[in-house]
């Protein structure tokens, strides 16, 4: 009998945002991986970290998050190879998950080549783009709006078409894109309508209109939304700078 | 003192797929408020059923299911009033919300009723798009793509617009739509990377690819996941059928 692979959702941040299906089985397995930077701690790891037992064998799989590329696959390669041991033995892994972990989420490598060779369950989580908009205080989409997603390092041209077609838009990935993003949203006239949520659900999460942001750039973990029918956003917004 | 206003966001269906903080905070309040059809249960309470005490008052908010349209405000107006005296009496209120609070959710029209006038907090929840696509085993969006949330009431034209702009697109409130919107998807020649998933994360849960859909419409709770680029999903889609 191989063990049984599963993608954890751990939510965006606060360990109290983990479902309790995650919690079981988090609590459960006997060995847990997860995506840890070359330096640094992992920061699914943190989210997962109350929950954690000292019985439990950790497996972190070392992806360097300095270049904003897509990681080697070779990383991926042996990781995978190392949990199929354990699956092999038996053991069910969990992958510890930011967020969720079908939501542009690097669980998909794993995923992709171990999937078909071990029995998988995903688990969804609450994305940060959910937790952004309730930390706003404003609807992320409502009626027949379409939202669109968009990656903060795509090109100026593509954004602005796509921020013109849909009614809500959630920037993701902004990061170093920042100061860029922030101009073509001003060049737009949507300045007035755009929130940002900078590491959301935790301790040191910030929330402000765009317009307030002072800074020129942002961390990776940082989000705007922007929700252009939004009367109700702009006063909520306003207000919240005085 | 006043009573704080709950948002709660109680996930897809499952109730194991409520996060700990809702948990918590719907197994603490005094008063329990949730939509609920004109006849037939109302489906948040059946995900938070397990987690309600016969000590909590329920406070159902009945809106007429039978037209897809916007409900009348002034349903909202009476159960804004409603929650107001509890609020004023002390005793904290929590909305129970399908899926996530803020991600087309009913539960904005009494929000913005009464955050203004009362300690609000929202806690985000798993999104069915999410859930959906833990169902299908397929990411429902990775590294640079658009993913466009297309509602199923849109025009032809719009949604086809959407779509093709887009890299990867949920359509949700499919519903009594659904004929329509597999006949563009097949003209747009998209059928093949096209999931379906209806009560999604429930025990009568069905997933499948779109093309072996027998029946020309779906209930209200169902979702079509379009993945443009993913031949592994493909490959994945066409391995379900056999």
């Keep these: 009998m191989t063990g049984t692979l599963y993608g954890l959702g751990l939510g965006p941040g606060d360990p109290e945002l983990i479902t309790l299906k ?8 006997p060995v847990i991986a997860y995506p840890a930077p070359d330096t ?17 064998l950790e ?29 092999d033995a038996g053991s069910d892994v969990a992958v510890l998950c930011e967020g969720d972990p079908f939501f542009y989420g ?3 490598y794993l995923f992709e080549r171990l999937s078909g060779r071990y029995e ?10 959910m ?29 602005r078409a796509r921020i013109e077609a849909a009614g809500a838009v959630a920037i993701i990935k902004v990061g170093r894109h920042f100061a860029r993003i922030r101009a073509l949203i001003k060049a737009m006239g949507l300045t007035s ?15 402000l209109p765009l317009a307030d942001v002072v ?28």
């Design 22 to 29: 995650a919690h079981r089985i988090l609590s459960g397995v």
């Design 40 to 56: 640094g701690p992992s920061f699914a790891r943190q989210i997962a970290a109350p929950y954690i037992g000292a019985h439990q």
């Design 59 to 87: 497996v972190p799989v070392i992806v360097p998050m300095r270049v904003e590329r897509f990681p080697a696959q070779e990383v991926y390669d042996g990781a995978a190879e190392t949990l199929a041991r354990h699956l």
């Design 106 to 108: 690097s669980f998909m």
């Design 120 to 129: 998988t369950e995903i688990v969804p989580g609450v994305s940060s783009m």
């Design 131 to 159: 937790a952004a908009a309730a930390a706003l205080g404003r609807p992320l989409a409502a009626r027949n709006d379409v939202l669109s997603i968009v990656p903060g390092p795509l090109d100026d041209d593509i954004m």
């Design 193 to 207: 309508c755009a929130g940002y949520v900078e590491r959301v659900s935790l301790a040191e999460q910030r929330v």
């Design 215 to 242: 800074e020129d750039s942002a961390p990776y973990f940082s989000i705007i939304l922007i929700y252009k029918g939004g009367e109700g956003w702009k006063a909520r917004t306003a207000a919240a700078t005085e």
